[in-house]
């Protein structure tokens, strides 16, 4: 358990993370990556060499040192990494190679001088605690989705059993399990885990289910990205080809409210909300659905949406182009700014929102709402990748 000293330590270190923390994280990964190669299917390379994992972990551990002595006030960070680590089924040994690495980077970039044993201990007393806490609650998710109807622990077969081009660039994927049994249900929002041997080695990824749980398969959808391994791996797949499946996580949840609801994508963004639409439409709530595309060419779902705004009175689609053709029907050209959010929010503001697409949009997106006066409280939002600051 932390002492009172070690608490004091870790927050004195504070000043050091907000301006060291990226530079310590990307040695950190650095070193246990090219040391511990079994880790290495559990991050996305693409994402170390974007910066974005180190960025992410820099921003985590920033957070944990700042509300030490008040975890609490992390909020939905717990939960967020939680989710994530059950998707990808990270173990409770792997906290030790993570645990020796981190110290092991503290010394090393900050130095003797600044990092004395002191230092060092107070931060492996802190990192057992957190580890102690992520460990248990993983546990428990392990042992509740094995005992869930249609749960199961691990990895478990799933064939393609068919395969749809959604747009220029996204495909949906329907996997039923290979031993014909049922599976777990999963909430609107949630995402599943994959497990894929590309070119010998081995990538963990997380995506979107993109349809309603029921009972029997999922669905995912996928953008192919340039040079994306798994991305186009997946869009190579013929029906009949297997893929090994863990079970569905995720904190993005549609939350059962009265409120105005208003679902917010751009790009692939609009897979998660695409179930919690489904939900939302079995209540009376008023929906507003805004998807950013860059044209219609990329714009995943659309005759779906507008079937379903056809049939539901309380359904309101607008969508927003970059590009424009002749006669396309869309609600604004260019770029989902703060002016029409305030046109399109409902007027008294009390609305839940929830928001996804890539990160420069979501910290647009974030600051408007903010700035046109939706309670943070009644916005939720959720990464593709490694959930980074959206200051």
């Not at 249609?150 to 399990?177: D, T």
């Not at 791996?233 to 409120?259: C, I, K, M, N, W």
């Not at 659905?289 to 309380?314: E, G, K, N, T, Y």
Request: hydrophobic share 40%; net charge negative; proline share 6%.
């Amino acid at each position: 358990m932390l002492s009172d000293s070690q608490k004091q330590i870790i927050q004195a270190t504070v000043p050091l993370l907000e301006t060291g923390g990226e530079a310590l994280t990307t040695h950190f990964y650095q070193m246990m990556l090219s040391e511990y190669p079994e880790v290495r299917p559990l991050f996305n390379q693409a994402h170390q060499q974007s910066g974005a994992q180190p960025r992410a972990l820099a921003h985590s551990v920033l957070m944990y040192a700042k509300h030490i002595d008040k975890l609490e006030n992390l909020g939905d960070l717990p939960a967020q990494i939680i989710n994530k680590h059950v998707a990808l089924q990270v173990q409770p040994d792997q906290y030790q190679i993570v645990g020796t690495c981190l110290l092991r980077a503290i010394r090393e970039v900050l130095g003797a001088e600044i990092a004395t044993d002191a230092v060092i201990d107070a931060w492996a007393a802190a990192y057992t605690q957190l580890a102690d806490i992520l460990i248990a609650a993983e546990a428990k998710a392990y042992d509740d989705i094995a005992h869930a109807e249609g749960g199961w622990r691990g990895a478990r077969n799933f064939k393609l059993v068919q395969k749809v081009a959604e747009s220029a660039e996204i495909s949906s994927f329907y996997l039923e399990p290979v031993d014909g049994k049922a599976v777990i249900a999963h909430q609107p929002g949630q995402y599943i885990g994959l497990r894929a041997i590309v070119d010998g080695t081995e990538q963990r990824r997380n995506y979107s289910l993109s349809a309603p749980s029921n009972g029997r398969s999922y669905r995912i959808s996928v953008k192919r990205e340039p040079g994306g391994k798994v991305s186009n791996y997946l869009h190579d797949l013929q029906v009949g080809d297997t893929l090994e499946l863990f079970a569905p996580a995720g904190h993005f949840t549609l939350q059962v409210s009265q409120r105005p609801l208003v679902l917010i994508s751009g790009g692939v963004g609009i897979t998660p909300t695409l179930p919690m639409l489904e939900a939302a439409l079995q209540t009376d709530r008023p929906i507003t659905f805004i998807h950013c595309a860059r044209d219609s060419a990329v714009h995943a779902f659309r005759p779906q949406i507008d079937a379903l705004a056809q049939a539901h009175s309380q359904l309101q689609p607008l969508y927003v182009y970059d590009q424009v053709a002749d006669g396309e029907a869309v609600a604004a050209q260019g770029h989902l700014t703060e002016d029409l959010l305030g046109q399109w929010l409902p007027a008294s503001r009390d609305a839940d929102v929830y928001f996804l697409g890539p990160k420069p949009f979501m910290r647009s997106v974030k600051a408007s709402l903010r700035k046109l006066g939706v309670p943070d409280a009644q916005v939720r939002y959720e990464f593709f990748g490694p959930a980074e600051a959206l200051a």
